[in-house]
């Protein structure tokens, strides 16, 4: 239940380790190496200057690249089926730093030549189509395309649209010597040749270019065999380019099936090498050393020492100073690691102050188990997770989160004992619509939240009122370890004097009302205490009591839990109505089972996904603003990068 002490790191190495050390730090996966400016690079003049790897980071870029088209090329031609449950292929960075990344980016060039072949002849299988096309219409026609010409007449090929009123340009061009022949018609294209004598053959190309005529885009005369002949020549080359592209097509399945996964691995290890050059660029040189500092966990103290002392390199551990930005890694134990990732989304605490992932875990259970009460909703996430940690190869992260919901399932089913539910009130509809007996008794355990809907707020507004009081106490707890002794007490203790006057209250109303009373003046006395104007202190200590209302409104808002609980439950329950409503016949069972799966799987799917947002949420502003000190950076230690692979 705390934030990880942090060291921070100053190493002195020789410059011709800079490689191997940074290459080595990063297998350890616990050093952050910051670019904090050590002080040799404030003297004049300075004594160090900051490693320039723009060179090496360039050709990285453009390997990187490469790879990246490689995969995306065979990845379209990879004919293997992964198995959902397969595990992700493991890799060695050693074996690719020791002369294996030479041979694979042979590979990668070779890939993408082929990729360069493979659209070249697709684009030349595109444009020969194209033009086989074109011939079409003037297949069987002895006529030069898309023109010709005589001592007296002039001839033009082209295509009119099919929507034109070929009627009404032959009218127009009636002025002309000349005539229009329609050579081919279908619904997509109208092909027709322009006989004219020379002198008219401009104004009736004028007017054929008003109705929207174009020019055949294709040539084929007499040598050719005019249209029929030119097409015929087409159809070889298009069977021969399309030949040829169905080789290369075979070729790339059997390049990808031998060579992706290199190629994938090849690629995570230069990701990698490229955070190796970004912490490089981090560093500091002098003519013969470099400079490192960064941040280490104070339990990967001991290794990192190991490794340091391996290259013979000068080094110190620190403890962090009042001015230097400490990065932030959550420490806790399980289960309450696995809830880590909520407090994450919202943002992490500040070095050094509290961490309240671990309490925040035991409410984060309980609310999300009173939103989500139901044994077979609950059964089904506990049952759904734990089959997903079995059987997928997940990261640790999307483990932990798994974990979480698991954890979240129990305490659904144990409120669904409490409270009734089993798939809603699936066990009584069932024993109505399909044995007939009426008014059969609840199973809940504790009571029917849906026939008891105020006993659920109730309880709703009390759990609401232990998470708020626990915020209080976490409070009071910060300020005295601070030394803030007073604050704890004025600030926060007349507060929680007065809450538990008002619980009194209904217990013995008596003492209730005295020891709020005491709350009351408590907070009247000291909430102006920094005021100089005896006047402005009362007052202000006054004005302090509004913030009751911003108390209660708090509270209300755990009445959430009551609508939440009451959604899920409600749909579920008419779900089983409308299911059971065919009786005990074979069309009933169909209908059962076709109701109940359709509506039970919507049902849950979208109260899973309420609840989980709305419990956040009452941990972000209910809990968390009233005593979470945000503003913490994440660390992030300098580790391989796997996007496809897992490496050794």
């Not at 090329?73 to 960075?93: C, N, Q, R």
């Not at 050393?289 to 990967?300: E, F, N, S, Y």
């Not at 110190?316 to 959550?330: M, N």
Request: hydrophobic share 45%.
């Amino acid at each position: 239940m705390a934030v990880a002490q942090m060291k921070k790191l100053s190493v002195v190495a020789l410059q011709k380790d800079t490689h191997r050390l940074i290459a080595d730090l990063q297998k350890l996966r616990c050093v952050e190496v910051s670019g904090d400016a050590p002080a040799c690079l404030e003297s004049e003049p300075p004594c160090s200057v900051p490693a320039d790897v723009s060179q090496e980071m360039g050709a990285l870029l453009t390997q990187i690249a490469a790879a990246r088209r490689a995969i995306d090329f065979l990845t379209a031609y990879e004919t293997g089926k992964h198995a959902l449950f397969d595990p992700p292929m493991e890799a060695s960075i050693d074996d690719f730093d020791s002369g294996l990344d030479a041979i694979v980016l042979n590979e990668v060039t070779a890939a993408n030549a082929l990729a360069a072949q493979i659209a070249d002849l697709e684009s030349k299988v595109a444009q020969t189509e194209g033009e086989y096309k074109a011939y079409q219409p003037w297949i069987g026609q002895n006529i030069a395309l898309p023109a010709d010409k005589t001592a007296h007449t002039r001839t033009l090929c082209g295509t009119l649209p099919v929507n034109v009123d070929l009627t009404a340009v032959e009218e127009k061009l009636s002025t002309f010597a000349c005539t229009l022949q329609e050579v081919y018609a279908d619904k997509s294209v109208r092909a027709v040749l322009l006989v004219a004598y020379r002198d008219d053959f401009d104004a009736a190309r004028k007017i054929l270019g008003a109705a929207g005529f174009a020019v055949c885009p294709i040539q084929a005369v007499a040598d050719d065999g005019y249209a029929s002949g030119a097409a015929a020549k087409c159809m070889q080359r298009l069977e021969r380019f399309q030949k040829d592209l169905e080789h290369l097509k075979k070729t790339a399945k059997e390049t990808a099936a031998a060579q992706l996964g290199d190629i994938k691995a090849l690629h995570d290890v230069l990701l990698t090498r490229q955070d190796r050059l970004h912490a490089r660029s981090r560093t500091c040189e002098t003519e013969k050393t470099v400079l490192i500092h960064g941040w280490v966990p104070a339990r990967a103290q001991e290794q990192t020492m190991t490794l340091l002392e391996k290259y013979g390199a000068a080094y110190s551990f620190d403890d962090p100073g009042e001015t230097d930005d400490v990065p932030v890694l959550l420490s806790n134990r399980r289960p309450a690691k696995n809830f880590e990732s909520v407090l994450s989304m919202y943002a992490l605490p500040q070095y050094g102050r509290f961490d309240p992932t671990a309490i925040m875990a035991v409410f984060y259970t309980i609310i999300f188990g009173l939103m989500f009460a139901d044994v077979g909703y609950g059964a089904i996430m506990v049952i759904g997770c734990l089959a997903g940690l079995r059987f997928l190869h997940l990261k640790e992260s999307m483990r932990q989160f798994l974990k979480m919901f698991a954890i979240c399932g129990v305490s659904c089913m144990i409120g669904g004992v409490l409270f009734g539910g089993y798939f809603g009130d699936l066990p009584n509809a069932v024993m109505e619509g399909f044995g007939g007996r009426e008014n059969t008794p609840t199973l809940a355990v504790w009571f029917d939240m849906v026939e008891e809907p105020i006993m659920m707020l109730l309880l709703s507004l009390g759990v609401g009122a232990v998470h708020m009081v626990t915020a209080f106490i976490i409070k009071f707890v910060i300020l005295i370890r601070d030394g803030h002794i007073f604050d704890a007490i004025a600030d926060v203790g007349s507060w929680l004097i007065l809450f538990a006057g008002i619980g009194i209250y209904f217990l013995q109303p008596t003492a209730g009302l005295i020891t709020a009373g005491v709350g009351i003046l408590m907070l009247i006395a000291t909430q102006g205490r920094h005021e100089k104007n005896i006047i402005m202190k009362f007052l202000k200590g006054i004005m302090s009591l509004y913030d009751i209302v911003g108390y209660v409104s708090d509270l209300l808002s755990y009445s959430r839990i009551l609508a939440l609980s009451l959604a899920s439950a409600v749909i579920a329950s008419v779900m089983n109505l409308l299911s059971t409503m065919g009786g005990l016949t074979v069309g009933g069972i169909i209908l059962f089972v076709i109701v109940f799966l359709l509506g039970h799987v919507i049902n849950f799917l979208v109260n899973i996904l309420g609840t989980y947002v709305h419990t956040s949420r009452l941990q972000y502003i209910e809990f968390f603003g009233k005593f979470y000190e945000s503003g913490g950076r994440e660390f992030v230690p300098l580790e391989p990068r796997s996007k496809y692979v897992q490496f050794k």
